[in-house]
């Protein structure tokens, strides 16, 4: 029989030749300008086997950029640094989506390398440090309430994210709602304490992040945008209770928008089935995470709980993941201390089988 892993599958408009996708990873290698460099065209393209990958998270604009060298697709070098990445990965026919990744509060100036304010729903900063230009943990900054007057001019540069992204070649955008960014703090009791129609209710909560993904899908089509979320993560400050609370609303309210797929970071919680409860509540495409190998990764596949599974940390040394897990042959182990340092070294040095 044949194996449910290389089974072809479509996600909304993209077509992806097997199951297993490339979650996205932050790598801290963008050049000068936060435009990805050769080294990333070459990173993404090992990677190309993948039945998709989703990039590292992106800031959309230079007020989304938290972290040390992370891309932006804002400026039109962004944008021709992408087109190369997406030529090479397709080139290879692999397919690939861009995540959008907004850290709000989640920021360390120094990582920026220029001035821009720190924005949040409400003005909390994170409660957690957050590594700096050497790795380091510092703390973040104390981030400006954003006004809702100021919200239609977020969602148009959310919408201009997409567009670039597209324009560059990308295949569709992942807006990132998980770990404690941008819209996992709207969606957080913990992190929005907003009187108005943004905070209180989960029904106000979702608002926000739910007029992102209308935006993404609006200027780039939903068949090309999904999302992703992580239901009960603490990380980043985040109050992990009743995460079915905000997390079925939120599911319901995006799945009227017919949108490409659902990424979940499935933290396995105790008392709730994360990928049962997304069921119940979202009729598209679910691409399923966390901790899985190819052999639960299948079952969660034969069992009809995803359509889709995705490994993060498996394909950092191992390019050609697909082609191990199709050979049954041994994973390299990566060397974790070059994660976000070494250049080329731990990056693209890692040898097919
Ligand atoms: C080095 C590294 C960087 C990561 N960066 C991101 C990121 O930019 N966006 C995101 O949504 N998740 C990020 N993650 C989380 C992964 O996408 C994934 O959820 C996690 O590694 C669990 O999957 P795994 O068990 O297959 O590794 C990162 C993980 C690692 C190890």
Redesign the pocket.
């Known amino acids: 029989m044949r194996d449910v892993l290389f089974a072809p599958v479509r996600l909304g408009g993209i077509d992806l030749a097997n199951r297993i996708v490339m979650?996205?990873?932050?790598?801290d290698r963008a050049g000068p300008g936060d435009v990805p460099t050769d080294a990333m065209v070459e990173y993404y393209a090992q990677r190309a086997s993948a039945g998709l990958i989703?990039t590292?998270?992106v800031q959309p604009s230079a007020a989304g950029k938290g972290y040390w060298r992370?891309p932006g697709i804002h400026t039109p070098e962004q944008v021709e640094g992408w087109r190369k990445v997406a030529e090479a990965v397709h080139a290879r026919g692999g397919r690939i989506v861009m995540?959008l990744?907004h850290c709000g509060r989640a920021v360390v100036p120094a990582n920026r390398g220029f001035e821009a304010e720190v924005i949040a729903p409400s003005a909390l900063p994170c409660p957690v440090q957050v590594p700096g230009p050497d790795g380091t943990p510092m703390d973040t900054a104390m981030p400006r309430a954003l006004s809702a007057g100021e919200l239609p001019a977020l969602l148009e540069e959310y919408a201009a994210a997409a567009s670039n992204a597209v324009a560059a070649g990308m295949d569709g955008v992942e807006l990132?709602c998980?770990?404690g960014y941008l819209i996992n703090q709207f969606l957080n009791p913990a992190s929005n304490l907003r009187t108005d129609e943004f905070g209180g209710s989960a029904e106000n909560r979702i608002r926000f992040p739910v007029m992102v993904l209308k935006a993404l899908a609006d200027a780039i089509g939903g068949d090309r945008v999904g999302f992703?979320i992580?239901p009960g993560n603490p990380y980043n400050g985040m109050d992990p209770s009743d995460p079915q609370g905000t997390f079925a609303p939120f599911a319901k309210a995006a799945d009227a928008l017919g949108l490409a797929f659902l990424h979940v970071?499935d933290m396995g919680l105790d008392g709730l089935d994360t990928l049962a409860m997304l069921r119940a509540n979202w009729s598209g495409p679910i691409i399923a995470?966390?901790?899985?190998k190819a052999d639960s990764a299948r079952a969660l596949l034969e069992a009809g709980r995803a359509e889709a599974v995705?490994?993060?940390?498996?394909?950092?040394a191992n390019p050609d993941l697909v082609e191990r897990i199709a050979a049954g042959a041994p994973l390299a182990k990566a060397d974790f201390a070059l994660?976000?340092t070494g250049e080329e070294r731990g990056y693209i040095d890692y040898p097919p089988m």
């Open positions: 979650a996205p990873m932050t790598r989703v590292e998270g992370t995540q990744m990132h998980a770990s992703r992580s970071v995470n966390n901790n899985l995705s490994f993060g940390r498996a394909f950092i994660l976000y």
